[in-house]
Protein backbone atom coordinates (compact mmCIF):
# COMPACT_ATOMS: atom_id res chain seq x y z
CA UNK A 1 0.00 0.00 0.00
CA UNK A 2 2.74 2.06 1.16
CA UNK A 3 4.95 1.13 -2.01
CA UNK A 4 1.64 1.93 -4.36
CA UNK A 5 1.28 5.53 -2.76
CA UNK A 6 4.75 6.45 -3.05
CA UNK A 7 4.61 5.54 -7.11
CA UNK A 8 1.12 7.77 -7.19
CA UNK A 9 3.43 10.76 -5.67
CA UNK A 10 6.23 9.98 -8.02
CA UNK A 11 3.58 10.13 -11.11
CA UNK A 12 2.02 13.43 -9.64
CA UNK A 13 4.86 14.69 -9.10
CA UNK A 14 6.07 14.13 -12.68
CA UNK A 15 2.77 15.46 -14.21
CA UNK A 16 2.97 18.66 -11.97
CA UNK A 17 6.69 19.13 -13.37
CA UNK A 18 6.00 18.86 -17.20
CA UNK A 19 3.23 20.55 -16.81
CA UNK A 20 5.03 23.07 -14.87
CA UNK A 21 8.52 23.19 -17.73
CA UNK A 22 6.00 23.25 -20.64
CA UNK A 23 4.36 26.48 -19.49
CA UNK A 24 7.66 27.53 -18.83
CA UNK A 25 9.02 26.61 -22.19
CA UNK A 26 6.39 28.18 -24.25
CA UNK A 27 6.90 31.85 -21.78
CA UNK A 28 10.44 31.58 -22.81
CA UNK A 29 9.82 30.93 -26.69
CA UNK A 30 7.66 33.33 -27.13
CA UNK A 31 9.75 35.62 -24.88
CA UNK A 32 12.54 35.53 -27.07
CA UNK A 33 10.36 35.02 -30.14
CA UNK A 34 8.91 38.66 -29.53
CA UNK A 35 10.60 41.74 -28.29
CA UNK A 36 6.82 43.23 -27.60
CA UNK A 37 6.28 40.54 -25.43
CA UNK A 38 6.95 41.83 -22.22
CA UNK A 39 4.07 44.38 -23.11
CA UNK A 40 1.57 41.73 -23.02
CA UNK A 41 1.38 41.53 -19.74
CA UNK A 42 -0.19 45.20 -19.96
CA UNK A 43 -3.33 45.39 -21.53
CA UNK A 44 -2.48 47.53 -23.93
CA UNK A 45 -1.50 44.39 -26.34
CA UNK A 46 -5.15 43.91 -26.49
CA UNK A 47 -5.79 47.50 -28.11
CA UNK A 48 -6.22 47.00 -31.87
CA UNK A 49 -4.33 50.21 -32.11
CA UNK A 50 -1.03 47.65 -31.95
CA UNK A 51 -0.71 45.39 -34.89
CA UNK A 52 2.29 43.26 -35.72
CA UNK A 53 0.22 41.33 -38.88
CA UNK A 54 -2.35 42.07 -41.41
CA UNK A 55 -5.29 39.86 -41.97
CA UNK A 56 -4.36 35.87 -42.81
CA UNK A 57 -7.22 36.05 -44.75
CA UNK A 58 -5.52 37.65 -48.21
CA UNK A 59 -2.28 37.10 -50.01
CA UNK A 60 -0.24 40.09 -48.94
CA UNK A 61 3.06 40.70 -47.01
CA UNK A 62 4.26 44.33 -46.30
CA UNK A 63 8.15 44.79 -46.20
CA UNK A 64 9.44 47.37 -43.48
CA UNK A 65 12.43 49.06 -43.46
CA UNK A 66 13.80 50.95 -39.84
CA UNK A 67 16.43 53.58 -39.65
CA UNK A 68 17.00 55.32 -42.62
CA UNK A 69 17.05 57.34 -44.87
CA UNK A 70 20.65 56.39 -46.08
CA UNK A 71 21.71 57.81 -49.27
CA UNK A 72 23.39 54.38 -50.61
CA UNK A 73 20.98 52.22 -49.42
CA UNK A 74 17.62 53.54 -49.44
CA UNK A 75 17.74 54.46 -52.72
CA UNK A 76 19.60 51.19 -54.10
CA UNK A 77 16.42 49.20 -51.93
CA UNK A 78 14.10 51.79 -53.81
CA UNK A 79 15.33 51.00 -57.05
CA UNK A 80 14.93 47.34 -56.37
CA UNK A 81 10.93 47.65 -55.08
CA UNK A 82 10.96 49.95 -58.50
CA UNK A 83 11.54 46.89 -60.76
CA UNK A 84 9.05 44.65 -59.66
CA UNK A 85 6.53 47.49 -58.94
CA UNK A 86 6.61 46.84 -55.01
CA UNK A 87 5.04 49.37 -52.03
CA UNK A 88 7.03 49.20 -49.26
CA UNK A 89 7.21 51.55 -45.59
CA UNK A 90 9.83 53.20 -44.30
CA UNK A 91 9.80 54.08 -40.73
CA UNK A 92 12.13 56.77 -40.87
CA UNK A 93 14.60 58.74 -38.08
CA UNK A 94 13.89 62.18 -37.85
CA UNK A 95 17.27 63.39 -38.05
CA UNK A 96 18.21 61.20 -41.10
CA UNK A 97 15.12 62.48 -42.92
CA UNK A 98 16.87 65.88 -42.40
CA UNK A 99 19.78 64.86 -43.97
CA UNK A 100 18.39 63.38 -47.08
CA UNK A 101 15.09 64.93 -47.96
CA UNK A 102 14.93 63.90 -51.56
CA UNK A 103 14.89 60.55 -50.19
CA UNK A 104 11.46 61.02 -48.17
CA UNK A 105 10.20 62.48 -52.16
CA UNK A 106 11.01 60.07 -53.90
CA UNK A 107 9.75 57.09 -51.78
CA UNK A 108 6.48 59.11 -51.59
CA UNK A 109 6.57 59.99 -55.30
CA UNK A 110 6.58 56.23 -56.04
CA UNK A 111 3.78 55.07 -53.92
CA UNK A 112 5.56 54.26 -50.50
CA UNK A 113 4.55 54.48 -46.90
CA UNK A 114 6.48 56.60 -44.38
CA UNK A 115 6.14 56.14 -40.76
CA UNK A 116 7.91 57.70 -37.89
CA UNK A 117 10.52 55.41 -36.09
CA UNK A 118 11.29 58.62 -33.70
CA UNK A 119 14.16 61.72 -34.14
CA UNK A 120 17.29 60.00 -32.70
CA UNK A 121 16.63 56.00 -32.50
CA UNK A 122 15.76 56.59 -28.44
CA UNK A 123 14.19 54.09 -26.26
CA UNK A 124 10.72 55.55 -25.82
CA UNK A 125 9.54 53.32 -22.58
CA UNK A 126 12.30 54.97 -21.11
CA UNK A 127 12.29 58.64 -21.66
CA UNK A 128 9.45 61.54 -20.00
CA UNK A 129 6.67 62.12 -22.22
CA UNK A 130 7.93 65.66 -23.05
CA UNK A 131 11.39 63.68 -24.90
CA UNK A 132 8.49 61.22 -26.49
CA UNK A 133 6.38 64.04 -27.85
CA UNK A 134 9.17 65.87 -29.53
CA UNK A 135 10.76 62.98 -30.99
CA UNK A 136 7.55 62.19 -32.22
CA UNK A 137 6.50 65.64 -33.44
CA UNK A 138 9.97 66.29 -34.89
CA UNK A 139 9.67 63.88 -37.19
CA UNK A 140 6.36 63.87 -38.67
CA UNK A 141 7.51 67.58 -38.92
CA UNK A 142 9.39 66.54 -41.31
CA UNK A 143 7.64 63.77 -43.02
CA UNK A 144 4.53 66.42 -43.52
CA UNK A 145 7.26 69.18 -45.09
CA UNK A 146 8.75 67.16 -47.59
CA UNK A 147 5.68 64.81 -48.49
CA UNK A 148 2.61 66.88 -47.92
CA UNK A 149 1.46 63.99 -45.55
CA UNK A 150 0.75 62.95 -41.97
CA UNK A 151 2.46 59.30 -40.97
CA UNK A 152 -0.13 56.92 -40.08
CA UNK A 153 2.48 54.40 -38.59
CA UNK A 154 4.79 54.55 -35.98
CA UNK A 155 7.10 51.95 -34.91
CA UNK A 156 8.79 52.82 -31.79
CA UNK A 157 12.74 51.91 -32.15
CA UNK A 158 13.57 48.58 -30.85
CA UNK A 159 9.68 47.93 -30.57
CA UNK A 160 9.14 49.09 -26.99
CA UNK A 161 6.29 51.17 -26.06
CA UNK A 162 4.54 52.01 -22.83
CA UNK A 163 1.10 53.78 -21.95
CA UNK A 164 2.67 57.14 -22.62
CA UNK A 165 3.97 56.02 -26.48
CA UNK A 166 0.88 54.20 -26.66
CA UNK A 167 -1.18 57.85 -25.91
CA UNK A 168 0.82 59.92 -28.08
CA UNK A 169 0.26 57.68 -30.96
CA UNK A 170 -3.49 57.61 -30.71
CA UNK A 171 -3.75 61.11 -30.29
CA UNK A 172 -2.25 61.59 -33.60
CA UNK A 173 -4.07 59.10 -35.24
CA UNK A 174 -0.92 56.63 -35.85
CA UNK A 175 -0.98 52.77 -35.28
CA UNK A 176 1.81 51.40 -33.51
CA UNK A 177 3.20 48.91 -35.98
CA UNK A 178 5.49 46.39 -34.62
CA UNK A 179 6.51 43.21 -37.11
CA UNK A 180 5.24 39.73 -37.09
CA UNK A 181 7.73 37.86 -34.55
CA UNK A 182 8.92 35.59 -37.01
CA UNK A 183 9.53 37.57 -39.81
CA UNK A 184 12.62 40.09 -38.17
CA UNK A 185 14.87 39.33 -40.76
CA UNK A 186 17.62 40.45 -38.45
CA UNK A 187 19.80 41.66 -41.11
CA UNK A 188 21.45 44.31 -38.95
CA UNK A 189 23.68 41.75 -37.34
CA UNK A 190 25.26 40.45 -40.77
CA UNK A 191 23.73 36.71 -40.44
CA UNK A 192 24.75 36.34 -44.60
CA UNK A 193 22.41 36.68 -47.08
CA UNK A 194 20.88 33.14 -47.09
CA UNK A 195 20.11 33.45 -43.71
CA UNK A 196 17.92 36.37 -44.27
CA UNK A 197 16.31 34.49 -47.90
CA UNK A 198 15.72 31.86 -45.44
CA UNK A 199 14.12 33.16 -42.28
CA UNK A 200 11.81 35.15 -44.34
CA UNK A 201 10.74 33.04 -47.48
CA UNK A 202 10.51 29.86 -45.08
CA UNK A 203 8.05 31.45 -42.94
CA UNK A 204 5.96 33.56 -45.22
CA UNK A 205 2.57 33.30 -44.45
CA UNK A 206 -0.55 35.89 -45.26
CA UNK A 207 -0.35 38.91 -43.51
CA UNK A 208 2.81 38.72 -42.25
CA UNK A 209 5.01 42.39 -41.80
CA UNK A 210 8.99 41.89 -42.27
CA UNK A 211 11.35 43.93 -40.79
CA UNK A 212 14.62 45.01 -42.26
CA UNK A 213 16.69 47.89 -42.02
CA UNK A 214 17.50 50.66 -44.94
CA UNK A 215 20.85 52.47 -42.72
CA UNK A 216 22.83 49.83 -41.52
CA UNK A 217 26.21 50.10 -42.63
CA UNK A 218 27.42 46.58 -41.54
CA UNK A 219 24.37 44.74 -43.65
CA UNK A 220 23.09 46.76 -45.75
CA UNK A 221 23.98 44.53 -49.02
CA UNK A 222 22.87 41.63 -47.25
CA UNK A 223 19.55 43.51 -47.16
CA UNK A 224 19.80 44.16 -50.32
CA UNK A 225 21.52 40.98 -52.12
CA UNK A 226 18.42 39.58 -50.04
CA UNK A 227 15.44 41.51 -51.66
CA UNK A 228 16.69 40.54 -54.78
CA UNK A 229 15.79 36.78 -54.10
CA UNK A 230 12.61 37.00 -51.41
CA UNK A 231 10.35 39.44 -53.77
CA UNK A 232 10.54 37.21 -57.13
CA UNK A 233 10.45 33.91 -54.97
CA UNK A 234 7.49 35.61 -52.66
CA UNK A 235 5.98 37.35 -55.97
CA UNK A 236 6.23 33.67 -58.01
CA UNK A 237 3.96 32.19 -54.90
CA UNK A 238 1.29 34.57 -55.83
CA UNK A 239 1.92 37.42 -53.11
CA UNK A 240 1.82 41.03 -53.15
CA UNK A 241 3.65 43.75 -51.31
CA UNK A 242 2.03 46.51 -50.26
CA UNK A 243 2.19 49.28 -47.45
CA UNK A 244 1.24 48.97 -43.76
CA UNK A 245 -2.02 51.09 -44.16
CA UNK A 246 -3.16 48.93 -47.50
CA UNK A 247 -2.15 46.10 -45.34
CA UNK A 248 -4.21 46.99 -42.36
CA UNK A 249 -7.59 47.83 -44.85
CA UNK A 250 -10.78 46.18 -43.59
CA UNK A 251 -12.66 44.76 -47.05
ZN1 LIG B 1 15.50 51.09 -35.37
Not at 86 to 115: D, S
Not at 173 to 200: A, H, M, R
Amino acid sequence: MAIKMIKNRVKLSIIVNIIFFGVFAIFVFHSKASPAFLNKVDDLAEATNIVSNGSRDRKVIALTFDDGPHPIYTNKILDILKEYNVKATFFILGKHGELYPELLIRQNQEGHEIGIHSYNHINMKKEKKEVVEEEFNKTQQIIFSKTGRKAQVFRPPYGTYNQTVYDIAVKNQCKIVLWTYYQDSKDWSNPGTDKIVETVISQARNGDIILFHDHNEASENQTIEALKEIIPDLINKGYKFVTISELLKQE
